[in-house]
T-cell receptor, first 112, second 110 residues
Framework: DAGITQSPRHKVTETGTPVTLRCHQT?????MYWYRQDPGHGLRLIHYSYGVKDTDKGEVSDGYSVSRSKTEDFLLTLESATSSQTSVYFC???????????FGSGTRLTVV | QQPVQSPQAVILREGEDAVINCSSS?????VHWYRQKHGEAPVFLMILLKGGEQKGHEKISASFNEKKQQSSLYLTASQLSYSGTYFC???????????FGAGTRLTVKP
């Protein structure tokens, strides 16, 4: 999607290894989000950021950490990947409160 | 807490209407609606803010009843392109952190 890119698009990793997913935006938006999408659960918020170095936990944050050292980049790290973290991960951005979100194309992560 | 959507799935013929409901157990500041096609990212449709307004987008409109903590999405004269999964997202705390419902799969057949 224009203005927001996620990398990698697909990844297979082994249980117990650390994994970092990257979200990069060129819109200079303040808010950035990480969601995971699983069948039957819709999109669940992992972590979000409301500015550089300002982050907060979402509803499913256990086992995940994030960092935002620049406005344009929001990194999601799985500290020690588990099979339950196999999912599609979406990053989203928003310019301000009460604005719609723009989602990235997603990262399909498989933990074996 | 995630909002609750109903129905989980609906099948329509072209030209028919549908309503998708979204309810929350918490007071709401805003409700968002998104559509996701298979294998793609969710796409923003509209946002409704506290105040009970109704908004429209082509033949898709929505209402927001803040007293009942509910929103409904109305799809009229459905087209094949309306097929996909519809998600409502609700924001309760004023922190711009949105929670999504589990989705409603809409299938429009010729």
């Amino acid at each position: 999607d224009a203005g927001i890119t996620q990398s990698p698009r697909h990844k297979v990793t082994e249980t117990g290894t650390p994994v970092t997913l990257r979200c990069h935006q060129t819109e200079n938006h303040r808010y950035m989000y990480w969601y995971r999408q699983d069948p039957g659960h819709g999109l669940r918020l992992i972590h979000y950021s409301y500015g550089v170095k300002d982050t907060d936990k979402g509803e499913v944050s256990d086992g995940y950490s994030v960092s935002r050292s620049k406005t344009e980049d929001f990194l999601l790290t799985l500290e020690s990947a588990t099979s339950s973290q196999t999912s599609v991960y979406f990053c989203a951005i928003s310019g301000q409160i009460n604005y719609g979100y723009t989602f990235g194309s997603g990262t399909r992560l498989t933990v074996v | 807490q995630q909002p609750v959507q109903s129905p989980q799935a609906v099948i329509l013929r072209e030209g028919e209407d549908a309503v998708i409901n979204c309810s929350s157990s918490k007071a709401l500041y805003s409700v968002h609606w998104y559509r996701q096609k298979h294998g793609e990212a969710p796409v923003f449709l509209m946002i409704l803010l506290k105040g009970g307004e109704q908004k429209g987008h082509e033949k898709i409109s929505a209402s927001f009843n803040e007293k009942k903590q509910q929103s409904s999405l109305y799809l009229t004269a459905s087209q094949l392109s309306y097929s996909g999964t519809y998600f409502c997202g609700t924001e309760s705390g004023g922190n711009n952190d949105m929670r999504f419902g589990a989705g409603t799969r809409l299938t429009v057949k010729p």
